[in-house]
C-alpha cells in the first residue's frame, strides 16, 4: 500500500507552493470583508453569522472560488509529472498507477482542505474573541462543507489530469469542468431535459423530479444544499432529507468516478 | 536465477518501431552494459522493464517474475536511476530520499545514502536549485534505497563531470560487490568497458553483439584500422573496398575512410583504390580503440564478422542494413535524417522513448 506516501509527498509538495500562502490570505481576506460588510451595527449585539454564510460566502466564495482553486490545484496534478519527467521518478518505485491517481486526491484535497481550514478560521477566530454573538458552530460546520467541496473538485480535475497526456490537454479539460459545473450546469441540463422530453415523458418519473436530481448532481448545488439544510438545522431531516441523501450520494459519485475513469486511461497509456 | 529476461520483444509506436523481437538475458550478479546510439531503443527497452510501456508483443521478465503482473513487487527489489526524469522542486533532497524510503518499505537512514552520492551538504536544500549532475546524484542515492537485488541505470554518467562518472562507477562497483545485478545503459562505450562483464549492443532496436568488452575487441580489434586519406574517394570506390576479402568495415570521415581489416589486406586496400582511381594522399594503421569498436557495431557492418552473435536474425538484419557510407536508405545517414521520424535522430530520441 503506497498510497499514503504519495499522498504525504503531494501534500508537503502542494502546501509548499507559494499558491498556497496567497490562497490563504484571499480565503481571510474574503471572509474578513463580508464579515465586516454585515458586523452588528448599533445597539445590536447579534452578529447575522447564517447571513454572512449564505447570502455572502456561500455564492461569492465558496460555489465559485473554491470549485475553481480545487481545479487549479488538480488539474496538472498527473499530467504535469508526466510532462516534466518526475513521473519516471515515481514509477521506478513501487508505487501501482492507482496509488498514484489516488495518492494525489488525498493528498492534494488534504492541501487544498488545509487552505480553506486556514483560510476561514484566522478571521473566524477574529470573530469568536469579538464582542458579538457570533455562531461559531454553523461557522465552523459551513467550513467543512468548502473544503469537501474543494475535494470534490480537487478528485474531478486529477481524475481529468490523469487522462490527459498533456498538459495542454488537461487545462482544457480543468476549464470544460469549471465552465460544466459552475456556469452552465442549470442551462445544460435544462437543455438536455427539454430536448429529451418525449424520453423523459417514458420514464417512471416526473420531469420535476428529474430536474431535482440533476440539480443535486452538480457537486456545487449539492453542497449549497446540504450547507443551507446545515443552517436551517435540518441536515438529513426535514421536507428535504432524501434530496439531501441523494445529494451526499453525488458528492461521493464525484469523488471517486472521475478518478477511476482517468484511472482507466492512464493504466492503459505508454508513459 | 535470471534477473532480466526479454523474449522475442517487440515494441512500435504509431509510425516507428522501437525494438524489434529482442531477446536478451541477464544473469543474476551480472553487470550488463547496455550500450547503442541515441534512439537505438534502449530507453524502451529499460521502459518496458518498467512496465511503463508495454510491448507490443514478447515477454518481459524481471528478477523471475512477469513485468505485466508483477510490477510492484518487482520495483521493491529494484532500484532504477531512469533518463530524462525530473525532480520534484520544491521538496529537499533529504525529503526525495525518504520518499523513496516510504515508499519501498525499507529500513535505510536517507542521509547516509546522501552521504554516498555525495550530497550530505546539500540535503536541506530544495531539489529544484540542484544542479543536473547533483539531480543525477539524487536519483542514484533513491536508487540505492533498501540495497535492491537489480539496479537498472539508464545513463547514469548524463550530467556529470569526470570525477562524478568516476564516483558512479566505483558505486557500480560496490554494488556489484554486494551482489547486485547491474543494469544500465548509456552511448558510450568508454564508461561501461571499465565495469562490464558483459556487454550488448543495440542498433535500430535489435541486439547485434553480445558478449564481453574483451571479446569484443577480439571481434573487430583483433584487426587492425587502416585510416587513409583519400579525399576523391567515391561511393563506388569505397564499394570495392568492402569487397574486398579481409575488409569487416569502412566508414567515411570526411576525406578520410576508416577501413577495419585483416593486417594482410592493407595493400589490397591500397591497390584497389588505386585501381579504382583514387589518389590515396596518406595511409597509416592504428589498433582498434573502444570508439570504434563501438562505431564498428553501431554505424559500421561489423555485426556481419561477428564470431559470437548474439542472434542470428539480428546479424542478418544488421549485415542487410547500409553501410552510412552508401548512398542507399537514409536511415543511417545523419545529415538527412533531421525531419525524419528514424529512430538516428537525436531530435526524436524523446518521441521515440516515450
New interface residues.
Given amino acids: 500500500m503506497s498510497l499514503p506516501a504519495i499522498a504525504r509527498k503531494d501534500f508537503q509538495e502542494t502546501v509548499r507552493s507559494r499558491g498556497m500562502i496567497a490562497l490563504v490570505a484571499l480565503f481571510s481576506l474574503l471572509v474578513a470583508a463580508f464579515a465586516f460588510a454585515v458586523r452588528p451595527t448599533g445597539g445590536n449585539e447579534q452578529f447575522a453569522t447564517e447571513v454572512l454564510l449564505s447570502v455572502f460566502i456561500g455564492p461569492f466564495l465558496v460555489t465559485t472560488l473554491v470549485p475553481l482553486v480545487g481545479v487549479v490545484v488538480g488539474y496538472n496534478a498527473v499530467s504535469g509529472e508526466r510532462e516534466s519527467g518526475s513521473l519516471k521518478l515515481l514509477l521506478s518505485l513501487p508505487h501501482s498507477r492507482a496509488d498514484v491517481v489516488f495518492g494525489k486526491v488525498v493528498g492534494r484535497g488534504a492541501a487544498l482542505a488545509l487552505a480553506v481550514f486556514a483560510g476561514f478560521l484566522l478571521p473566524g477566530l477574529v470573530l469568536i474573541a469579538a464582542p458579538v454573538a457570533f455562531n461559531a458552530g454553523a461557522f465552523l460546520g459551513y467550513t467543512v462543507f468548502a473544503a469537501a467541496l474543494g475535494v470534490v473538485f480537487v478528485a474531478i480535475a486529477v481524475g481529468c489530469s490523469a487522462a490527459s497526456s498533456t498538459q495542454r490537454r488537461a487545462l482544457i479539460g480543468g476549464v470544460a469542468i469549471y465552465v460544466l459545473f459552475v456556469l452552465l450546469w442549470g442551462a445544460v441540463t435544462g437543455r438536455l431535459v427539454g430536448a429529451a422530453g418525449p424520453l423523459v415523458d417514458a420514464l417512471p418519473v416526473s420531469a420535476t423530479q428529474l430536474r431535482v436530481f440533476l440539480r443535486v448532481s452538480n457537486p456545487t448545488t449539492a453542497v449549497e444544499a446540504l450547507s443551507n439544510a446545515f443552517l436551517g438545522e435540518q441536515l438529513f431531516s426535514g421536507d428535504t432529507a432524501n434530496q439531501q441523501l441523494s445529494a451526499a450520494a453525488m458528492l461521493v459519485f464525484w469523488t471517486l468516478a472521475p478518478p477511476l475513469a482517468g484511472l482507466l486511461k492512464f493504466d492503459a497509456d505508454d508513459l | 536465477m535470471t534477473a532480466i529476461e526479454l523474449r522475442g520483444v517487440t515494441k512500435s509506436?504509431d509510425d516507428v518501431t522501437a525494438v524489434r523481437d529482442l531477446d536478451l538475458t541477464v544473469e543474476d550478479g551480472e553487470v550488463y552494459g547496455f550500450l547503442g546510439p541515441n534512439g537505438a531503443g534502449k530507453s524502451t527497452t529499460i521502459?518496458m522493464l518498467?512496465?511503463?510501456?508495454?510491448p507490443t508483443a514478447g515477454t518481459v521478465r524481471v528478477l523471475g517474475a512477469e513485468v505485466a503482473t508483477e510490477?510492484?513487487?518487482i520495483?521493491?527489489r529494484?532500484g532504477?536511476l531512469?533518463?530524462?526524469?525530473?525532480?520534484?522542486d520544491?521538496?529537499s533532497g533529504r525529503?526525495h530520499v525518504e520518499?523513496?524510503v516510504?515508499?519501498?518499505d525499507a529500513a535505510a537512514d536517507p542521509d547516509a545514502l546522501l552521504d554516498r552520492v555525495g550530497l550530505a551538504g546539500d540535503a536541506d536544500r530544495p531539489a529544484g536549485d540542484y544542479s543536473k549532475g547533483m539531480r543525477q546524484r539524487l536519483?542514484l542515492a533513491?536508487?540505492l534505497v533498501g540495497d535492491p537485488d537489480l539496479l537498472?541505470l539508464d545513463e547514469p554518467s548524463s550530467g556529470l563531470d569526470p570525477a562524478g562518472a568516476k564516483e558512479m562507477r566505483e558505486i557500480v562497483r560496490a554494488e556489484a560487490e554486494r551482489g547486485a545485478t547491474v543494469f544500465f545503459s548509456s552511448h558510450v562505450l568508454e564508461q561501461v568497458g571499465a565495469v562490464c562483464d558483459r556487454v550488448g549492443i543495440l542498433r535500430d532496436g535489435e541486439l547485434v553483439a553480445e558478449d564481453s568488452v574483451e571479446g569484443l575487441r577480439r571481434a573487430v580489434g583483433g584487426e587492425e584500422t587502416l585510416e587513409v586519406a583519400a579525399a576523391g574517394a567515391d561511393d563506388d570506390a569505397v564499394a570495392a573496398v568492402r569487397a574486398l576479402d579481409g575488409v569487416s568495415g569502412v566508414t567515411r570521415d570526411g576525406d578520410e575512410l576508416v577501413v577495419n581489416c585483416a593486417s594482410d589486406a592493407k595493400t589490397d586496400v591500397i591497390a584497389s583504390l588505386e585501381e579504382a582511381g583514387v589518389a590515396v594522399a596518406d595511409f597509416h594503421t592504428r589498433e582498434a580503440s573502444l570508439e570504434d569498436l563501438f562505431l564498428a557495431y553501431t554505424e559500421g557492418d561489423a555485426a556481419s564478422a561477428d564470431v559470437t552473435p548474439a542472434d542470428s536474425d539480428a546479424t542478418d538484419a544488421a549485415q542487410t542494413n547500409a553501410d552510412p557510407t552508401d548512398a542507399g536508405p537514409p536511415v543511417d545517414d545523419e545529415p538527412t535524417t533531421d525531419d525524419e521520424p528514424t529512430t538516428d535522430d537525436e531530435s526524436a530520441v524523446d518521441e521515440v522513448d516515450?
Wanted: avoid cysteine.
Fill in positions: 509506436f521502459d518498467l512496465d511503463l510501456v508495454r510490477g510492484f513487487e520495483r521493491r529494484t532504477v531512469p533518463d530524462g526524469f525530473s525532480v520534484y520544491r521538496l525529503k520518499f523513496a516510504e515508499s519501498k536519483a533513491m536508487a537498472i516515450r
